[in-house]
């Protein structure tokens, strides 16, 4: 199933602890958000890539995205003071298409079949999602005591990305814009407009580089799916 991805990435590097958009930040000698966008780059199913930068990083994003040889890029929003707001900016821009992702560019280890599998979900239902299944116990708490343990059987780690209906997406950004309403992730737009939104099993390595423990775990990845090249 063919789609056009949508890329924020438009965000600061503070709880990363750094001085800069830490999308900027190296993995091996490479800007940790060139990773995910060689991701679509080589699948044959995405046919444009749109990002939303900061306007004072637009041309040396530009610059990484030449260097790198990223043709997929077919344009560049401003983005906003909400990732909300810098997706509406791309969906603004972007010509009418049947499927539409938005995904974290933060998040450079997403795999190609999970990708796949929301596009062709979307497609069908409206609206599909990445995630996992929780491992661990969840206990709900108050003032540091335990109110209830949560069973865990019924709850997922939403990820991106998050694949939608192009009609149905840009219809919940307008509505969620129009009420001054402010989600947490695009399906939660979705949801508002009481749409069901179907969640497709990703895996644990499609991690968001959020923090300096990130890249600590980002290098390992790479490291190993490098040593499982050369075998």
Known sequence: MKYTVVLPAAGSGKRMKA???KLLLELFDKPIFIYTLEVFQRDLNCEAIWLAVKEEER???EDFVKEYGITKVAGFAVGGAERQDSVRACLEMI????VVLVHDAARPFI???VISRLAEEASESGAA??????KDTIKKAESGFITETVEREKL????TPQAFRYALIKEAAAEAFEAGFLGTDEAMLV???GHPVKIVESNYENVKMTTPDDLIYGKAILESRRQEEQQ
């Open 129 to 134: 999602i990445a995630g996992v299944r929780v």
């Open 156 to 159: 997922w780690i939403i990820q």
């Open 19 to 21: 001085d800069k958009n």
């Open 59 to 61: 041309e040396l994003m």
């Open 191 to 193: 949801e508002r407009l």
């Open 111 to 113: 795999d190609a079949k």
């Open 95 to 98: 010509p009418e298409c049947d």
